[in-house]
């Protein structure tokens, strides 16, 4: 019985090489670290940006909450649901301003939030605005 390991595989490997006209994997150029593209760059940007504005939630004496603590803003897209669902008066396609917190009647909770009070419910005079 032979041993595997003692086996020249490279040498059992035909590569045509260079001198065939044909660059191969071997002869190729090593590959590049992974570079974002310039949209993720810019997200980065955003979030980072994002972050530091926010910085500590608990700064705000009153009960005010971000926009991102809520479960109808989509992550992806930036946009809120609240218009499309008929309960904020604004474009389908209204994308809040992330950088300052505010009190909204359609706010629902997410996980993250103590305290799970909708914005209805919390911020009762904001119906009479609406």
Known sequence: MSRLDAMDW??????????AGIEGPLDSEPTKPYEPTPEEKERARKRRALEEAQGDPGRFADD????????????????????????????????PALTMPRRCIAYR???????????????PWLKDAV
């Open 109 to 123: 909770p997410c996980c993250c939030d103590p305290i799970k009070t909708p914005g209805a419910v919390r911020w």
């Open 64 to 95: 005010r909450r971000w926009c991102t603590d809520c479960e109808r803003l989509n992550a992806d897209t930036g946009r809120c649901s609240a218009p499309a669902a008929g309960l904020l008066i604004a474009s389908r396609n209204y994308q």
């Open 10 to 19: 490279a040498g059992c490997i035909k590569h045509p090489g260079p001198a």
